[in-house]
């Protein structure tokens, strides 16, 4: 259910995703400065930076689900038999 | 629009915000129990908090025509201390006769642990037995997808549970579909760092329609917006949804919920 076409939707929203690519740009600038510098990122913040790598090509799929898709990848593991687990 | 917010924390707002509140639109609100932003280290520290759930905030509510509800609980976080859980829930029944008390809430899972899930299911318990209605609080960030499950699961194994007497909140894109295909009803929480944007919400809505389909502002001690629940009319009328879709989500769902407890005696404005 959308009323409106996918122009407009493009059209009002492309300075915002615009300045938010660019936020993202320069933060992996950052990131990438300093490991420059000479502190590598542990190896927690590596797979931090690996998740934010697999993101960055979740958004270049070609189908609607990308923010559930993100959501997931930066979630935790659903464990069916968490019950027998806990004991609870 | 007259709107209602179904999850708010009013203890952590200003006199001034009913006030704004009420300029927006709102004319009823429910207010679960939750964490105070430390933890309280006795049962009559809780027994304080309800009394101010009960007869404090619907007194202040009251003032600018908004009519006040509440639920009642020992929150995720403090759950985590099993002996004074049980301690707040065996003292819970003093105020479920208070004429503003919809149910029991917000309850759920805050870090998914054992003690967390142990505490989950003695609220449930508390719930049947004094046929209450249920609202759930699903965790944040990295940990909500995990506990989302591990509370429908906590629900869903337990045949007692009517899923049309269950609100699940703070449902995001990964948990929405779960939740209501499950027939349970869901919230969608407008707050600017940890939950959802207006403008997610709206894609929500878009995606799934309203039916069972609710929107707060949680609106606490937090980095959080009491009028967000306005944004989100804002940004539906800007997209061009009827107003029936919109009031549907944001005053006629939460009537329809609240209205299988006996104590949801809101009256409409005339």
Redesign the interface.
């Known amino acids: 259910?959308?009323?409106?076409s996918a122009d407009a939707v493009l059209n009002e929203s492309f300075l915002e995703i615009r300045a938010k690519l660019l936020e993202v740009a320069a933060t992996l600038d950052r990131v990438d400065r300093a490991v420059a510098s000479g502190t590598p990122l542990s190896d927690a913040m590596q797979s931090r930076r690996s998740q934010v790598d697999e993101a960055i090509e979740t958004l270049r799929e070609d189908s609607v689900g990308r923010?559930?898709k993100l959501?997931?990848l930066?979630?935790?593991?659903?464990?069916p038999d968490?019950?027998k687990t806990?004991?609870? | 629009m007259d709107y209602i917010d179904p999850h708010i924390h009013m203890v952590s707002r200003t006199t001034d915000d009913y006030a704004t509140l009420a300029r927006m639109g709102c004319v009823a609100m429910s207010e679960p129990a939750f964490w105070a932003g430390y933890d309280r280290g006795s049962v009559d520290g809780f027994r304080d908090y309800f009394r101010q759930l009960t007869e404090v905030e619907p007194r202040r509510a009251a003032q600018y025509g908004i009519q006040h509800f509440t639920w009642l609980c020992i929150n995720a976080k403090e759950a985590e201390n099993v002996s004074l859980s049980r301690d707040v829930i065996a003292m819970i029944p003093e105020f479920l006769d208070a004429p503003n008390v919809l149910g029991i809430g917000e309850i759920g899972l805050n870090k998914?642990t054992?003690n967390e899930?142990?505490i989950f299911?003695e609220h449930l318990e508390l719930a049947i037995k004094f046929n209450q209605l249920i609202l759930i609080h699903t965790p944040h960030?990295?940990?909500?997808?995990?506990g989302t499950?591990?509370i429908l699961?906590?629900l869903c194994?337990d045949s007692r549970i009517d899923r049309s007497r269950v609100l699940v909140d703070h449902v995001?894109?990964?948990t929405i579909g779960e939740v209501l295909d499950r027939g349970f009803w869901a919230g969608m929480t407008l707050y600017p760092v940890t939950k959802c944007t207006p403008e997610?919400a709206a894609?929500m809505?878009?995606?799934y329609?309203g039916e069972r389909l609710l929107a707060n502002s949680a609106g606490d001690w937090g980095p959080s917006k009491p009028t967000a629940v306005p944004d989100l009319i804002f940004e539906m009328r800007r997209?061009?949804?009827s107003e029936s879709l919109i009031r549907k989500v944001v005053y006629d769902n939460p009537i329809e919920f609240f209205s299988q407890s006996k104590n949801f005696t809101f009256k409409p404005r005339g």
């Open positions: 259910m959308s009323v409106r923010a559930e959501q997931k930066f979630s935790r593991d659903y464990q968490w019950r806990f004991q609870v | 998914n054992k899930a142990t299911l960030l990295e940990d909500k997808y995990q499950r591990m699961d906590m194994d995001e894109e990964h997610r894609d809505i878009e995606r329609a997209r061009g949804h």
